[in-house]
């Protein structure tokens, strides 16, 4: 029990000692390190935010799909096709970027190989999900989607 006295008063003024250098650091340093920390913190949230808005269609419709468009909800403003040159053959999954943050919500058109029909998914969330997988019923035009 003796032995443990000197090993707290050393820890004690260890501590002052280390406070002692605190308190002369210069104010100014210490606003710059905040703001350095804090504009670090707010980039890399930034950079996440933007990642997690990427998403992986998977394709359960029964069809080659050989383009796929995406617009915000409601709209008719489809854009350049997602898929390029390459398809989306059934029960394959690919991975695309999405950067529009600020329109979250969007609709997907896709155009099938064996016969160019077009058909479209409405509302996706896409900064909330990971994964959609599309299926399709062409004898009855019954789209759905599964979400993650």
């Not at 008063?9 to 606003?31: I, P, Q, Y």
């Not at 707010?42 to 796929?68: C, K, P, Q, W």
Request: neutral net charge; charged residues 30%.
């Amino acid at each position: 029990m003796l032995a443990s006295v000197p090993v707290q008063e050393h820890n004690r003024a260890r501590a002052d000692t280390v406070s002692a250098r605190n308190n002369s650091f210069d104010g100014s340093k210490a606003r710059m390190l905040k703001k350095a920390v804090l504009l670090g913190f707010l980039a890399l949230s930034g950079m996440s935010h933007a990642a997690d808005a990427d998403f992986t269609l998977v394709n359960r419709t029964g069809y080659a799909i050989n383009e796929v468009f995406i617009s915000p909800t409601k709209k008719d403003n489809w854009g350049k096709d997602r898929l390029g040159s390459n398809q989306l053959l059934n029960g394959q999954a690919r991975k695309f970027k999405f950067g529009d943050t600020k329109n979250c919500v969007q609709d997907i058109q896709v155009v099938f190989a064996d016969d160019d029909s077009e058909v479209e998914w409405e509302g996706f969330n896409l900064c909330e999900l990971n994964k959609i997988t599309l299926r399709y019923n062409r004898k009855t035009r019954e789209v759905s989607a599964d979400s993650e």
